[in-house]
């Protein structure tokens, strides 16, 4: 009975330990599986974070780009806006010198004209000599500011010819003088041109005979009366600079920038009471840069002005 007993305590002993096991097993597998649930889940959750992260960093740039492209977008408004202002000062000042400026020589060579025509029997020779004279000069003058308004409007649209080649520039020089001979005997100025038989220029004829003809006349415009022009021209590292120089009304320094702008040109009267639009000079400006050259004044107000213009000694690839 003793054994019998002692037997059924170890079966009883052995069966709880193997029930023990059993459990402790079914404890680990639980916890093996929660391990696998706490890594999918922790896997599952760094998926997702990564994701929105990325989502997140899509949409950042995202909305960069935008901010970049409503700022160019900006820009470009902004530089349409100073553009279109720019163009409807321009039309403005456009239509003030053909409202103004070519109205005015046109009722001078018509009441000149309509003199003479109705009083040609009672004017003396000379009386119908000067007022040939003035609608002449008139004349001129207007042909002078519709070249440059239609030189000025090719230039806008890129339609005027430009046919650049080796030129002697005295040569040039010489033929604008002889145009401009009538307001320098009238004004009784000396124009002195100081430059070598030798000196050549790359450039378009006819362009550089406007530049010429608008910066001596203007020279001519603000000079006393036997008064003195000098053009002088000297070799730089990549062409020729010419320098035209007066000793006439001079400027103030603030008016020397608003020279070459359109919209803010400074317009004042000669010394003798000549008209101008202001035309020439930003025609000039826009030729000179169409040369690659560059185009600068100084000044001294009641002592003179010197235009200062550069322009290629050889043909350059830079030519439009």
């Known amino acids: 009975n003793r054994i019998r007993s002692e037997d059924l305590n170890i079966k009883l002993q052995s069966s709880n330990i193997q029930k023990k096991i059993v459990e402790r097993e079914k404890e680990i597998v639980r916890k093996k599986n929660q391990e ?29 780009k935008l901010l970049s492209d409503l700022n160019e977008k900006s820009m470009i408004i ?100 002889l145009l401009l001979r009538e307001p320098l005997k009238n004004k009784s100025i000396h124009l002195n041109i100081d430059v070598s038989d030798f000196t050549f220029v790359f450039a378009d004829e006819e362009m550089l005979k406007t530049i010429f003809r608008n910066i001596i006349g203007n020279a001519i415009k603000f000079s006393y009366e036997k008064g003195f022009i000098e053009v002088s021209c000297s070799e730089i590292s990549n062409g020729t600079k010419i320098a035209i120089h007066d000793h006439g009304t001079g400027m103030k320094q603030e008016d020397l920038e608003k020279l070459f702008q359109f919209d803010s040109t400074i317009i004042k009267t000669g010394t003798q009471n000549e008209k101008g639009s202001g035309m020439g000079l930003i025609i000039s400006k826009e030729i000179v840069e ?25 043909k350059s690839t830079n030519n439009n």
């Open 290 to 314: 169409k040369h690659g050259g560059t185009i600068w004044v100084e000044s001294t107000e009641g002592v003179g002005t010197t235009f200062f213009f550069t322009l290629p000694k050889f």
């Open 36 to 64: 696998k649930i706490l890594l999918i889940s922790i896997f599952t959750l760094t998926i997702l974070f990564s994701i929105f992260i990325l989502i997140l960093m899509f949409k950042n740039q995202k909305q960069k």
């Open 78 to 177: 902004s530089t349409q806006n100073k553009e279109l202002h720019s163009l409807i000062s321009e039309k403005d000042r456009l239509f003030s010198i053909i409202g103004h400026d070519l109205r005015t020589p046109f009722n001078s060579i018509l009441g000149f004209g309509e003199l003479i025509n109705e009083d040609a029997l009672k004017l003396t020779r000379e009386e119908i000599q000067t007022y040939s004279g003035y609608i002449v000069q008139s004349s001129k003058n207007t042909l002078y500011l519709l070249e440059n308004l239609l030189i000025w409007a090719k230039l806008q649209q890129n339609r005027i010819v430009f046919d650049p080649k080796e030129l002697n520039l005295q040569k040039v020089i010489n033929e604008v003088a």
